[in-house]
Every structure is written in structure tokens, then in C-alpha cells.
């Protein structure tokens, strides 16, 4: 009660303790974390977001070529990092 919307975000070598909600979102390619390890859960959307590094680029094609070939999985951005907040 008094929620209306959880978004799940889950980190590299953490347990996931939540496995359902509206929203997960990945940083992607992390070997740690692949897309399929989490299509069984129970999530309204999925979304990819290109891991921020030297690589970026790359990330991003990646991420996009991800969501092209698996319908499950759409585009998203890490606002926090586009605005420039660490």
C-alpha cells in the first residue's frame, strides 16, 4: 500500500533481493549481470542502459543491437549521467 510505482536497478556482484515490480533497469554489458539472467521475473519493463565508460560507444551499440534482436528489452539512458552527476 501507498506504492505506485519500483524500479529495480541490480548491481554487479549484489544479491537481488526484489524480483518483481514495474521497472528494471540494467547497465549494459556486464558479465555479472546479462539481460537473460533476468527475463523470468516478474517485471512490467526492462530496459538497457549502455554502460558509461572509455567504451561508450561500443556500449551503446550493443545495447541497441540487444533490444533489436530481444523485444523484451528496450533502450534507456542514465539520466544522472547525462546531466553530469556522477
Known amino acids: 500500500a501507498g506504492i505506485d510505482w519500483l524500479c529495480i536497478s541490480p548491481k554487479a556482484g549484489e544479491p537481488l533481493v526484489q524480483k518483481s515490480g514495474d521497472e528494471l533497469k540494467l547497465v549494459f554489458p556486464q558479465p555479472e549481470n546479462h539481460p537473460d539472467d533476468f527475463v523470468d521475473l516478474d517485471f512490467s519493463h526492462r530496459y538497457l542502459q549502455a554502460m558509461d565508460s572509455p567504451k561508450l ?21 542514465q539520466t544522472h549521467k547525462a546531466i553530469g552527476i556522477p
Open 57 to 77: 560507444a561500443e556500449n551503446v551499440a550493443a545495447a541497441v543491437e540487444f533490444c533489436k534482436a530481444d523485444p523484451r528489452w528496450r533502450l534507456s539512458v
